[in-house]
């Protein structure tokens, strides 16, 4: 294991949801352990989310500053959970505004930080770091795939030739394998900066922050992302790229990572006990997607069609939707579905769900973290990707035959024979190809963690690289 020398010290910023901020930790348990003196900055509502982390390292200092509050974001709102509908665009203009207190801080600090490490979407983060004359380190949540086609929208800032067209397909042909999208499967973040207004720029200067940044960390491995990955350093120009992933947590945190509720967990492993190896799908949608009520009714009764015994984690609507409209078990599901169906309402802890023997399909909304967990868990997929980077996570799920398709689009209702159909087979011999592959790159993804690992190689350079890093005169 490499160590930081003399303690360097650090600053760690998360993006404040829930998906970008564990696997931002995770990577700061792995540099805790290295010896870093480290800084991480919460705002006060967040602050709960490093508890398992500040038991694990008292030695980690939390920086809580107020968010900042704009007239397009009520007060005291600080995550995007609780965001209105849209509001992921105003929370990243919006913690811009942290620049001036931090400067503030780093100032009046006896040993400020000599490097920065902040997720993607903190790109002002990098002007920063300049100002201050100190490295900031690119954090990406998000695979390689997603990030080099993240790369050069931002760069290339393509635009349609038919401004009315949302199926009108733009093509990424630098990039490696990389397949093609509609306008529609593009990033809602990047489409809503297409105009050029004023937030727009001030978006883009700060998403070309991270091209600019002196170095990337990525939550992925060689084997999956390889190609990639070498894309990257060819787009940046440098070498100073390290995928550590797949990010996990210390075995003793897997059953709350997310969530808290040990009670819970301990009663869904006892579900769980009662199936037979590979026999039960589980399904979640994220920590984000919330569905409708027709989506709810069209999935459940998939499921009852399917005889297939499940899993179903889901959660409430968040502030920017209408309750009625939202989330509804359809009445009498429960009843029909009794003793081969477990419905979670909130949190589930899904890294032991994943890992249990009796799951054998992952019924996802191809979130990266969720991607990583089931790669490594060695579960197949059914996907149903709904926005932001999920398209290209379950396109590269295709391109290793561990995902099958069964829905896409955040507004699409499936159809609930074909979604029955296909869940039914995902517990049969005829998926036994997505099975092996599935084991396959599990073993690929453990392997790259162990001591020697690839992952764990480029963990050690990345601490080397930002151990040497001094202020620059």
């Not at 203009?93 to 942290?98: E, G, P, S, V």
């Not at 300049?130 to 954090?139: A, E, N, S, W, Y």
């Not at 093509?171 to 990389?178: A, H, L, S, T, V």
């Not at 689009?409 to 499936?414: E, F, M, Q, R, S």
């Amino acid at each position: 294991m490499a160590i930081s020398e003399a303690g360097a010290h650090i600053l760690v910023f998360p993006y404040p949801a829930q998906g970008h901020m564990i696997p931002l930790l995770d990577l700061t348990h792995h540099l805790a352990l290295r010896n870093f003196t480290i800084t991480i900055l919460v705002t006060p509502k967040n602050l709960h989310y490093l508890n398992p982390l500040l038991i694990k390292h008292p030695s980690i200092q939390p920086l809580v500053l107020p968010f900042p509050t704009t007239s397009s974001i009520p007060e005291g709102v600080e995550n995007v959970r609780d965001l209105p509908t849209g509001g992921f665009r105003l929370m990243t203009l919006a913690l811009a505004d942290l620049y001036d207190p931090l400067v503030n801080w780093f100032q009046n600090h006896l040993s400020p930080p000599v490097a920065i490490v902040s997720d993607m979407f903190l790109g002002w983060t990098h002007q920063l770091a300049t100002d201050l004359k100190i490295k900031r380190f690119v954090f990406s949540p998000s695979g390689a795939l997603s990030l080099s086609i993240m790369y050069n929208l931002w760069h290339y800032m393509p635009k349609r030739n038919d401004p009315t067209d949302d199926n009108e397909v733009l093509r990424f042909e630098k990039i490696p394998n990389c397949p093609s999208y509609p306008w529609w499967k593009i990033s809602p973040l990047f489409r809503s900066c297409a105009e050029g207004d004023q937030q727009s720029e001030v978006l883009k200067d700060s998403l070309r922050g991270n091209m600019a940044s002196w170095g990337l960390v990525i939550n992925s491995f060689n084997e999956l992302e390889q190609v990639y990955l070498d894309y990257l350093k060819e787009f940046l120009g440098h070498d100073r790229v390290w995928a550590v992933g797949p990010l996990l947590p210390p075995v003793e945190e897997q059953v709350r990572r997310g969530g808290s509720s040990g009670i819970l967990a301990s009663e869904i492993k006892v579900w769980l006990d009662q199936f037979k190896e590979k026999s039960v799908v589980y399904v979640c949608f994220g920590s984000q997607a919330v569905l409708t009520n027709k989506q709810m009714e069209m999935l459940a009764l998939g499921l009852e069609k399917s005889g297939v015994p499940f899993l179903w984690s889901y959660k409430d609507p968040t502030k920017g939707h209408a309750v009625g409209d939202y989330s509804m078990i359809p009445p009498g599901f429960k009843d029909r579905v009794v003793g081969r169906g477990l419905i979670v309402k909130g949190w589930a802890p899904q890294v032991p769900i994943l890992t249990h023997p009796a799951v054998g399909a992952f019924l996802t909304h191809c979130g990266w973290n969720s991607v990583l967990e089931s790669i490594t868990a060695g579960v197949p997929m059914l996907t149903w990707p709904m926005g932001a980077d999920q398209f290209e996570n379950a396109d590269l799920l295709d391109e290793f035959k561990v995902g099958t398709r069964v829905c896409e689009g955040a507004l699409t209702i499936p159809d609930s024979d074909e979604l029955a159909r296909l869940v039914a087979k995902s517990m049969s011999d005829d998926q036994r190809v997505e099975m092996v592959r599935a084991e396959e790159l599990s073993k690929a993804a453990l392997s790259s963690i162990e001591k020697e690992g690839p992952s764990c190689r480029a963990l050690n350079s990345f601490v080397y690289c930002v151990s040497q890093a001094q202020p620059t005169l």
